[in-house]
Nanobody
Framework: QVQLVESGGGLVQAGGSLRLSCAAS????????MGWFRQAPGKEREFVAA????????RYADSVKGRFTISRDNAKITLYLQMNSLKPEDTAIYFC??????????????????WGQGTQVTVSS
């Protein structure tokens, strides 16, 4: 079992920045990939970014490429998402997830085994 707890969400004006964190506990000895997904009201959950265990392989949705940066600190067992140049369309609940399989971090939600409860990000225009 892996428990994931997100933090760092909030209200920000367009063009601003936020940094989300996701603290992991439980089965932390496993080397797993992690990802961020988001879900806006009335929309399906969508992929945002993912990173492998070492941090050397990252993937981004086209909509956030160049604005968001995913990173992880394995010593602290924490995942981060630095979000810059935020837009109103980035408004959503952001979820972190862990994928216990080893390999290229997946962009598919169904590949992830554990999920956090989410943190709200609201970007005002």
């Amino acid at each position: 079992q892996v428990q994931l707890v997100e933090s760092g969400g909030g209200l920000v004006q367009a063009g601003g920045s936020l940094r989300l964190s996701c603290a992991a506990s439980g089965r932390t000895s496993s080397r797993y990939a992690m990802g961020w997904f988001r879900q806006a009201p009335g929309k399906e959950r969508e992929f945002v970014a993912a990173i492998n265990w070492s941090g050397g392989n990252t993937r981004y949705a086209d909509s956030v490429k160049g604005r968001f940066t995913i990173s992880r600190d394995n010593a602290k067992i924490t995942l981060y998402l630095q979000m810059n140049s935020l837009k109103p369309e980035d408004t959503a609940i952001y979820f972190c997830a862990a994928d216990l399989t080893i390999g290229t971090p997946s962009t598919a939600a169904k590949a992830y085994d554990y999920w956090g409860q989410g943190t709200q990000v609201t970007v005002s225009s």
